[in-house]
C-alpha cells in the first residue's frame, strides 16, 4: 500500500511531539525517517519509529538536546550529542563542521553519543549542498552489534555505515551509503516482516552456518551479518569502530557499555572544500567528464545501465514523491500503534493520514 | 619457489636502480620498499614491479631524482605534484609534510598529484602511525592502471583503487586497513599468471560480461619473451562487494583524482600516475581525555575473543597478516617463483649488475 509522504511525515511528527520532543524536534525527526523511505532506504525509514519511542520511554535517547563541543580548532572538533536525537544532534555537528570547512578548506569533525543517527547518505547530502565533499564513518557503542569479524562466528561489531558525498556542478550529487556488512539489519527486519528470505552469504545462524532465513538471525542463539567483501569489510567496520567509537571519546561496540542497551551512534566525518583545492573549473570538469565515461561501460545485461553512487536513490525519490511511499501493512500497522500508544485519539490519527 | 634473504634483496634492487640512475638515498628507499612489501605478504607490489619500473625509467614515464613541487600549503593542507618521480621519493616527502601539520594542527589533509607508483599503500599509514598519527588514504591512477568494472558493467573504467588506513596502538603493532577496492589487486593477476596463488572464483569479468579468474582476460596473452601488457586483455577486475565496493571505487578518483587534480581515469595513458588524498590524525588533539588508547585495546580484546569460524584457528585483525608474513619471511627469505626471480635477474644483468653480485642471494 502506498501513503502520501507528506501524511506520513505529518503522523511521525506528531507521535514524537505527543512523546515529548518539542516542535522543531519532531518535524526534524519526521523529515528525516520519511526522507530515507523516500530514497528507497525503508530501513532506515519510518519502520524505526516504534523502536525510537521505545527508547525514549527508557531513558536510551533525550528528548530535547543538543550537540556540545568538547574540543574545536580551526580544523577539527570533538563533539557530544549528549545522548539526544542523532537527527537533531546530527544536523547540529555537521552545521559545526560545514563552518570550519568553508573557512579552512577541511574539517574533521568526531560526535559522540548521538541517538540513532539515521541514514548516513543524509549528512553527506548535507555537505554536498554547502559545496562541500564528505566522508562519514559511523558505529554504535552497543545495541547495534550483529556483524561477526572475518573468521569468527559471532556478533563484534555493528553494521558500521560509510558513506560519502561529492558536489556535482549543475548535476546530482554523487552519495555513496552503504554499511560494512552485507545487508542493514534494518532489511533483515523488513524480510522478516514481509516473510521473505535474504540474500545469500549474507548472514550466519546461531552456529555459524550460512542460512537466508531471516528467523534464524533473530533465534537463540543469535545469528550474525557477515562483513562486506570478506577481510575488506571487517577492516573497514573495525576502523569504523576506531574513529567513531574511540577517537570520539564514545564507545566501541561492547556489550558491556553502560550506553549499550539504546542505539547510541559516534559519526567521525571529514569535510573538503574543493573549491579551496582546484582553482577555476578544473574539478568540476574532470568530474562530469569522469562520469561520463564510466556510464559509458557496456552493460552486462542487455538493456541494462550503469548507475552512479547516488542514483538509485534520487530515481526512487522521483518516484515516491509522485506516487507514494509503499509500506508493507505490518509497518503501517506498528506505526498507528505507537500513535495510539503516546496517546494520539483514532479521530487524530484519520485526520492527520488523510 | 625460491627463497632470497631479504637484507639481500634490498641490497639488489638498490644495485639495479643506482646503476639505472637514481642516487643513492632514492634507490634504497626503492629497495626498502618494495622488499618490504614482499615481506608484508602483499607480493603483488614487490621486488615483482623491478622490470617495469626499470622499463618506465629507460622510457621516460617515471623520473629518476625528481623534487616533488609543494603547490599549495596552509596550515591544514598540502598539494604536492610528484612531477612524475618515484612513489618511493614522492610519497615520504608528501607524507612527512602532513604529519608535520597533523602533530602541530590536529589534522592535516595532503593531495598528493602526478607521483609514480605509490607501491604498496599500507606503508604511508605505517608512517604515520610510527609517529602516533591516524591516517587515512585514497588513491587512483590516471589510466595506466585502468583495470576494474563499474558495478554492471564489463569494461574498465577504474583503477584498482586502494585505500589505506593506520590506527597507532601503544606499544605494540599499529592496525594497518591495506586493500585494493576490486576483488584482487592487478599484481595478484600477474603472481596467478607467473604460477603463483590462483585468483579467487569469479574475480575478474570477461568482455562479453563472463565471469572468470582466469588472469588471460587481463594480459590477452602470456609470452615469456614478451613484456606484460594489462591493456592486452579484453576483461576487467571486478569490484570488492558488488555495488559498495565500485562506490568506493569511484569515490577514489574524485578524492584521489578529480580533487588532487591529478586526474581521474581515464583512456590511452601510457605511463603509470597515481593521485592520493590523506588525511592525517594526531590523537593527543581528540583525546585530551587519554581515553582512545585504552577504548582501542578493550575493543580489539572483544573483537580477537570472537568464537572462530570453522576451519579458523583465529580471529586476525587488520594487519595481523602482514605482522605474521613479516616474521617469517625474515627469518625464512621471500618466496619468488622462478619467472618472477628469473626476470629479475635479467632486469639486474641489463643495467650492468655483475654476475658475481647475483650469486648467494637465495636462502
Known sequence: ?354 | MIHVDYQKLRGLVQDVFERAGCNRDEAERIGRYLVESNLAGHDSHGVIRVPRYVNWLKEGKVVANQTPEVAMDTDVITVVDGKSGFGQSVGPFAVQMGIDKAKKNGASIVAIRNSGHLGRIGDWAEMAAAAGQISIHFVNTTGLGMLVAPFGGAERRMSTNPIAIGVPREGTWPLILDFATSIVAEGKCLVALSGGKPLPKGALIDGDGTLTEDPLVIYGKFDSSQPLDNRSGSGAIRAMGEHKGSGLSIMCEFLGGALTRGGAAQKDENKLLNGMLSIFMSIEAFDAGHFFGDEVKRYVDFVKTAKPAAGVDEVLLPGEPEMISRAKRKAEGVPLTENAWESILETARAVGVPESDLKGLEV
Open chain 1, 1 to 354: 500500500m502506498a501513503y502520501k509522504h507528506e501524511s506520513v511525515e505529518r503522523l511521525v511528527k506528531a507521535i514524537f511531539a505527543h512523546a515529548g520532543s518539542d516542535d522543531r524536534e519532531a518535524s526534524i525527526i519526521a523529515r528525516h525517517l520519511v526522507e530515507a523511505n523516500l530514497v528507497g532506504h525503508d530501513s532506515h525509514g519510518v519502520i524505526r519509529v516504534p523502536s525510537y519511542i521505545d527508547w525514549m520511554g527508557k531513558g536510551q535517547v533525550v528528548a530535547n538536546q543538543h550537540a556540545s563541543v568538547v574540543f574545536e580548532n580551526d580544523a577539527i572538533a570533538v563533539i557530544d550529542g549528549n545522548f539526544g536525537f542523532g537527527q537533531v544532534v546530527g544536523e547540529e555537528a555537521m552545521e559545526i563542521g560545514i563552518a570550519k570547512a568553508k573557512k579552512s578548506g577541511v574539517a574533521v569533525t568526531a560526535l559522540r553519543n548521538a541517538g540513532h543517527i539515521g541514514r548516513i547518505g543524509d549528512w553527506a547530502l548535507m555537505a554536498t549542498d554547502q559545496k562541500l565533499i564528505s566522508v562519514h564513518w559511523v558505529n554504535t557503542s552497543g545495541a547495534g552489534i550483529l556483524v561477526a569479524p572475518f573468521g569468527g562466528s559471532d556478533r563484534r561489531l555493528s553494521a558500521n555505515p560509510m558513506a560519502a558525498g561529492i558536489p556535482v556542478d549543475g548535476g546530482e550529487p554523487i552519495v555513496m551509503d552503504l554499511s560494512t556488512c552485507v545487508i542493514a539489519e534494518g532489511k533483515i527486519k523488513v524480510a522478516l516482516n514481509k516473510g521473505v528470505e535474504v540474500p545469500e552469504n549474507a548472514i550466519i545462524d546461531g552456529h555459524g552456518n550460512p542460512t537466508r532465513d531471516p528467523n534464524a538471525f533473530y533465534a537463540d542463539p543469535v545469528g550474525a551479518i557477515l562483513p562486506i567483501a570478506g577481510h575488506k569489510g571487517y577492516a573497514l567496520s573495525v576502523v569504523c569502530e576506531v574513529l567513531a567509537g574511540a577517537l570520539s571519546g564514545g564507545h566501541c561496540s561492547h556489550p558491556d557499555n553502560p550506553n549499550a542497551k539504546g542505539v547510541t551512534n559516534g559519526m567521525f566525518t571529514l569535510l573538503l572544500d574543493p573549491a579551496k583545492f582546484v582553482g577555476g573549473s578544473a574539478y568540476a570538469e574532470e568530474m562530469e567528464r569522469f562520469v561520463k565515461w564510466v556510464k559509458a561501460s557496456p552493460p552486462i545485461t542487455p538493456g541494462g545501465e550503469i548507475l552512479m553512487p547516488g542514483d538509485p536513490e534520487s530515481r526512487t525519490k522521483a518516484d515516491r514523491l509522485a506516487n507514494g511511499l509503499p509500506l508493507d501493512d505490518k509497518t503501517w500497522n506498528q506505526l498507528l500503534d505507537t500513535a495510539g500508544q503516546v496517546g494520539l485519539s483514532q479521530a487524530e490519527i484519520m485526520e492527520l493520514v488523510a
